[in-house]
């Protein structure tokens, strides 16, 4: 991706909807987090700042689950159950936006690679600083 994108997505049903706007070149990478919750609902990270994503819809069917350290805001759609996005401890000012919630046909331009949060705190340096590693 050479220009900012705005891509649409949203969670199964299509009570959630949203849009993310995709403009650093950094932000083609997406994690794949191996910690409990991630491996268990197979969420892959697109980290955006908050300005870059709008919520189009959906807002009242929006479910909070919040564990640990209670920092992340886990944001799921009452109706299909789907996380289509968050606010994540690693970014709580940000959002974390699940590349499987938009198109298929657009997963191929991003970069996926491997984030170790089961070691979490030792780890999370690497998706702050937003460098490539």
Known sequence: MSAAEVFEGGCHCGAVRFDVRVEDPDQTRVH????????????????????????RSGAEKLTSYRFN???ANHL??????????YHPRSHPEG???????????????????????????ENVARIRARKKS
Do not use: Y
């Not at 197979?42 to 908050?50: A, D, M, Q, S, T």
């Not at 959002?95 to 705190?121: A, K």
């Open 76 to 85: 799921f759609c009452s109706v299909c159950g789907v996380q289509s996005f």
């Open 95 to 121: 959002v974390s936006v699940n590349l499987r919630c938009l198109p298929s046909d657009v997963w191929e331009r991003f970069e996926l690679r491997s984030f170790d949060g089961q070691n979490w705190e």
């Open 32 to 55: 794949e987090c191996n910690c409990s919750i991630c491996s268990m609902k197979g969420f892959r990270h697109l980290i955006v700042e908050k300005e870059a994503f709008s919520l």
């Open 69 to 71: 350290t209670g920092v």
